[in-house]
């Protein structure tokens, strides 16, 4: 059973930072395409952020270019997501998700593993 752990979401005021981690309980976890999504109150979850495992092309939804970076630590089994610049309209709850050996995706439907998702609350 694939397991992904996230941390690191909390309480940040606007123009702050935040940096989200995600654990994955894989030895191979190199061979996973990681990817972040969020979902705010009352909206469907968006993909946000992915690293492909095998290219290493990333790719950012276009509300966060520029503010937002996605890496990874193969030695860690750790996706991470720096977040800089933060406003209001990107609190919301933040999931890690994984495919393995599968190209980066930006469907809810087409990623394989989540995580439960940490709260991530920017004011105002």
Not at 89 to 107: F, G, I, Q
Request: hydrophobic share 35%; net charge negative; glycine share 8%.
């Amino acid at each position: 059973q694939v397991q992904l752990v996230e941390s690191g979401g909390g309480l940040v005021q606007a123009g702050g930072s935040l940096r989200l981690s995600c654990v994955i309980s894989e030895r191979t976890f190199s061979s996973y395409t990681m990817e972040w999504f969020r979902q705010a109150p009352g909206k469907e979850r968006e993909f946000v952020a992915g690293d492909d495992w095998s290219s290493g092309r990333l790719l950012y939804v276009d509300s966060v270019k520029g503010r937002f970076a996605i890496s990874r630590d193969n030695d860690k089994n750790t996706v991470y997501l720096q977040m800089n610049n933060l406003n209001p309209e990107d609190t919301a709850v933040y999931y890690c998700a994984a495919r393995y050996r599968e190209p980066l995706a930006t469907h809810v439907e087409d990623m394989e593993y989540w995580g439960k998702g940490t709260l991530v609350t920017v004011s105002s």
